[in-house]
């Protein structure tokens, strides 16, 4: 029998979308030289090693996101502590939706995404970084 599922994924990143703030790939741009802005690269590293980085992101995998913001997590990362404003992004803009909507969720404030994702990042003409895995 299959599965009925109730909530759809469009229906939530509609409910993100009306929650969280969208940032432009223009204004995410600009927000990269304040100090008090973290980009967060939620993507998978496969995806960051093949298409580059924003120079200065921090890489948090979708998976991790709850467990490195909670502080009370064995794996809490200290940048998730600290008073600053997060900018989620993904590839396209929806996974960073989602994880925006959960750190909202979660209390960590301010969150927002960019919209449109990496893809937009580049078309704006965002600056890009080849990204080295760490060698063993």
């Known amino acids: 029998m299959p599965q009925t599922i109730h909530t759809g994924i469009k229906a939530l990143i509609d409910e993100a979308n009306a929650v969280i703030e969208t940032v432009s790939a223009v204004d995410a741009i600009k927000a990269m030289q304040d100090p008090n802005v973290v980009i967060v690269d939620i993507r998978d590293p496969r995806e ?5 980085k924003i120079p200065g992101a921090f890489s948090c995998t979708r998976g991790m996101l709850e467990f490195w913001i909670d502080p009370q997590s064995p794996y809490a990362k200290p940048i998730f502590q600290e008073d600053k404003k997060f900018i989620f992004h993904c590839a396209g803009g929806l996974r960073s939706a989602l994880a925006a909507k959960t750190a909202h969720d979660m209390g960590l404030k301010p969150v927002a995404h960019m919209g449109g994702g990496f893809a ?5 003409g965002g600056p890009v970084e080849k990204w080295e895995p760490k060698k063993k």
């Open 48 to 52: 960051i090693e093949r298409e580059g």
């Open 120 to 124: 937009a990042w580049r078309d704006a």
